[in-house]
């Protein structure tokens, strides 16, 4: 039998890659809006391959001392729409028309909507959402 410490830091490598699902209130027509995000973490080989590709680019102005927030701020975007957020389901529009996941929908929803952003940015480094023994209990297992 796993240690009780053992079984709260064992997760879920599935849902390290290929996403958590976070849940947000019911839509008026009564669907729940669902976005599924990667984990933030040393654990994701997307994730790190990403951060690599991105600080590359910087590479000169990391040496330098010379990068702002605004460049690291681009840096955990890029990242972030590029491997972390891995799509959405019942998402909705002002007027209640489903919003499909693509790229530019993500593009444009994260930066019209920075606080969605940085919310879902937390969602991704929260490890209770991608822990094995958490998710058994929400199976009631």
Known sequence: MQSSVLRLFTMDKERIQEGAPIYF???PDGSIPTFYVARSHTSNPEWLA???RENAKYKGRMRANQMTAEDWS???RKVFLSVLL???ENFLDKDGNQIPYNAE????????YPELYEYLAAQATDDENFRKAAMEEDAGK
Do not use: L, Q, S
Not at 105 to 112: D, H, L, M, P, V
């Open 105 to 112: 929908n993500a593009e444009k929803y994260i930066t019209e």
């Open 25 to 27: 209130p019911k839509n």
């Open 74 to 76: 681009n840096i955990t």
């Open 86 to 88: 891995k799509g959405w």
């Open 50 to 52: 990403a951060n690599e």
